[in-house]
């Protein structure tokens, strides 16, 4: 591992909850609001942070750092780090926000934040019903069956619904479960004013014990596998594209049966600029569909569609105004799963069976090269660079 990935990869590795992690574990006290945490309390709740089984994420992990320190150093008085140490410097910030807090205050807060962490990564008690269950980042992802159609809406508005680890696995879980559902047609959609913005570019700052290397190899799993769902997908597939689209979630259009896009939406897979190469067998799909030249200007030099390009280069089947864009396409979908839907399954599979096997190698090449690609230095600045903000499409 070279340069700036080893650097970021070691960086991600201490982790930004550092040295708090170094204390034996010990059960957690909860305190009356009136009582300040003890010193005894805080490296309780310390070593409870090590026992919480699920992450609570960089924001929350944050914070966490942000009070430890103040509680351990008192305000910050450390020097900013250089705008291109752009973990140290989030660091910095976190903690140089908490001002003037005292350190016992700040004892306080942390016992508290653990305390609400532990709480709610609880397991629900026994007399819970196995319904009221929430499954983790469940909400990221609503599944919804009406009218002979299964909708699967991507629901992180607030991030243009980029893909999280989680979500790649939820989505996998929906198809299967679609697959086999008595719905006749099938739709992905997203909530808010994105369609996706691809994959969450801070999958790649969660390193596991392995370091990048096995982050590379099990991301290049989970890419192929959820590639591979879409493949076979043995219904209709319909992308009802709400807005603008970038990455992984144009490159799959190619696998869709049918994509409708408002005139609003974009399609944009700049894996150039991101030190990336395609994926979602965009390599073998779009220059079939549009051919090699214009495929090219798009996985090449990231070149973005218009909807009414992407319409005309034959990635998308039909653009509607944004005004009348949901109205128009669901009623032309309730239309359509009324048709027979084994007649429609069967010829699906006419259309596209003789195609799948070369599908799935393609899927499996693109997968293995992205598994190179991940440990680039090209691909570990481009994701530096939007984590510290400086990069935008
Ligand atoms: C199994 C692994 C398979 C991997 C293969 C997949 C590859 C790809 O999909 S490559 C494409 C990756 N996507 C991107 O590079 C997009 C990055 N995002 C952006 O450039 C911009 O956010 C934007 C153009 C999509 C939208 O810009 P704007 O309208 O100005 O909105 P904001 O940037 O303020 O976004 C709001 C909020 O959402 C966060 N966010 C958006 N996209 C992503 C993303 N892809 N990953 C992580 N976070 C994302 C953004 O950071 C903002 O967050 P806050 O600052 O916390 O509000």
Redesign the pocket.
């Known amino acids: 591992m070279a340069g700036l990935a080893g650097r970021f990869a070691r960086r991600w590795c201490s982790g930004l909850l550092g040295s708090p992690l170094q204390v034996p574990a010990l059960g957690l006290h909860v305190l009356g609001p009136a009582m300040l945490a003890s010193q005894k309390d805080f490296n309780n709740a310390v070593s409870q942070v090590k026992l919480l089984k699920e992450d609570p994420g960089n924001e929350v992990k944050l914070k966490l750092y942000a009070l430890y320190k103040q509680a351990t150093e008192g305000p910050c008085n450390v020097p900013k780090p250089g705008m291109l140490d752009f973990i140290n410097k989030t660091k910095w910030d976190a903690w140089n926000a908490l001002g003037s807090l005292s350190k016992e205050a700040a004892r306080q807060n942390y016992v508290d934040l653990v305390s609400r962490l532990s709480a709610s990564s609880e397991s629900p008690s026994p007399e819970a019903p196995a319904a009221d269950r929430k499954q983790p980042e469940s909400d990221s992802l609503v599944v919804t069956s009406e009218d002979g159609i299964t909708t699967i809406r991507l629901n992180r508005p607030?991030?243009?619904n980029?893909l999280t680890t989680q979500m790649?696995h939820d989505i996998i879980a929906a198809l299967q479960a679609a697959s086999k559902d008595e719905s006749a047609i099938t739709v992905l959609t997203g909530s808010g004013d994105?369609y996706c913005?691809?994959?969450?570019?801070?999958?790649f700052t969660h390193l596991p014990a392995g370091g990048l290397e096995e982050m590379a190899r099990s991301?290049a799993a989970?890419?192929r596998d959820?590639v591979n769902c879409f493949i076979d997908f043995p219904k209709p597939l319909v992308a009802v594209v709400n807005g603008?689209a970038?990455?992984?979630?144009v490159t799959i259009l190619g696998l869709f049966d049918v994509v409708y896009a408002t005139d609003r939406a974009s399609f944009h897979t700049?894996?150039s600029h991101?030190g990336?190469s395609p994926?979602g067998c965009s390599s073998y799909t779009f220059p079939k569909i549009m051919g090699s030249s214009k495929a090219a200007e798009m996985l090449l030099f990231g070149k973005k569609l218009t909807a009414q390009e992407a319409c005309a280069q034959g990635l998308v089947t039909e653009v509607f105004p944004d005004g009348t864009f949901q109205k128009e396409v669901w009623a032309r979908l309730k239309a359509y799963s009324k048709l027979p839907p084994n007649a429609m399954r069967i010829s699906k599979q006419i259309i596209r069976n003789r195609e799948k096997e070369k599908l799935h190698a393609v899927n499996a090449e693109e997968s293995s090269v992205?598994r190179e690609r991940w440990q680039s230095d090209e691909c570990m600045n481009a994701i530096a660079s939007?984590l510290s903000r400086k990069a935008?499409?």
């Open positions: 607030a991030k243009k980029a790649y994105y913005s691809g994959n969450d570019l801070t999958n991301a989970l890419l959820f603008p970038v990455g992984i979630s700049p894996f991101l990336q994926e992205l939007f935008k499409l």
